[in-house]
């Protein structure tokens, strides 16, 4: 069983940035980011592939968040800039044994704890 932490959530202004990380204990495949803000679903923020060279974003992040891995380290990352208040959640880190990108919560196999990320306006 893979272990996910994420870390990196914080505090911030409208229009700052932030970059959480998410550790894995051991190798995942593709992985993939989602958020959930009270009294709201959980949602698909962005995903990667296991290759590192697709990468899938929600419609209200594309141009602002970036995904990214680091194999070696087995370790992802996302970018965020120009945060706003909507972006406003508990941030979680997904991985799966499957290579290629997965936009469904329930189809990964591993979770992170999460990380709250709060943009003030």
């Known amino acids: 069983q893979v272990q996910l932490v994420e870390s990196g959530g914080g505090l911030v202004q409208a229009g700052d940035s932030l970059r959480l990380s998410c550790a894995a204990s051991?190798?995942?495949?593709?992985m993939g980011w989602f958020r959930q803000a009270p009294g709201k679903e959980r949602e698909f923020v962005a995903g990667?592939?296991?290759?590192?060279?697709?990468?899938t974003y929600a419609d209200s992040v594309k141009g602002r968040f970036t995904i990214s891995r680091d194999d070696p380290k087995n370790t992802f990352y996302l970018q965020m800039n120009n945060l706003k208040p909507e972006d406003t959640a508990t941030y979680y880190c997904?991985?799966?044994?499957?290579?290629?990108?997965?936009?469904?919560?329930?189809?990964?196999?591993?979770w992170g704890q999460g990380t709250q990320v709060t943009v003030s306006s």
């Open positions: 051991g190798r995942t495949y593709s």
């Open positions: 990667i592939n296991w290759g590192g060279d697709r990468t």
């Open positions: 997904a991985g799966t044994t499957i290579i290629h990108i997965l936009t469904a919560w329930g189809e990964y196999d591993y």
